[in-house]
């Protein structure tokens, strides 16, 4: 009977071994990946102020759990001028602004493509991808997972209807369902 467990045991351990061997590395990675494309951005998502831009966007996003990287693709046209700023900004559901985690574009940086009159500006009409690392202090997996994070985006002009696009010309919420 002895000699039965003596024998089992090692029998137990190398299938488990296999097992667990068996599952691939991409299988694993699968499931930890999140993706989702064609988030719209519209000013109609903008409320501080309230807005009736007519310009649109959509933002591509990817975030792998084992890296705890956030890849994403914005994608922007007709705004009123060029832009000026691009934020991720979180903890805020949609309908709620908060403050910058991310600069993406901002005026301190030097990712801007081109310069015109003076200032270094993207387009009216373009796009722009990155990546940055959730850290897990400012920027959390699981709220980013959970749809509280947006992007906006601002442009170096006013709106042409009256007053400006203060709090951003158009917004993005991010989200993964």
Known sequence: MNK???TALPFILFSAIILLGSCRRDDIESESTYSRTGIVMSGA??????????ASGSIDVSYSKLS??????????DLTDSVSLMHIHGLAPSGFNTGT??????TSSSIFPQKTSGKFTFAKSGSLSGSFYVDGVAVKEADLLNGFY????????????GGNYGGGEIRGQ???Q
């Open 150 to 161: 947006y992007i906006n985006i601002h442009n170096n002009g006013i709106n042409p209807n």
């Open 68 to 77: 705890r990287t956030l890849t994403y693709k914005v994608t922007w046209k």
């Open 101 to 106: 985690v991310q600069n993406i574009v901002a």
């Open 4 to 6: 039965i467990k003596l």
């Open 174 to 176: 991010i989200t993964f």
């Open 45 to 54: 998502q903008e409320n501080n102020p309230l807005n009736t831009s007519t």
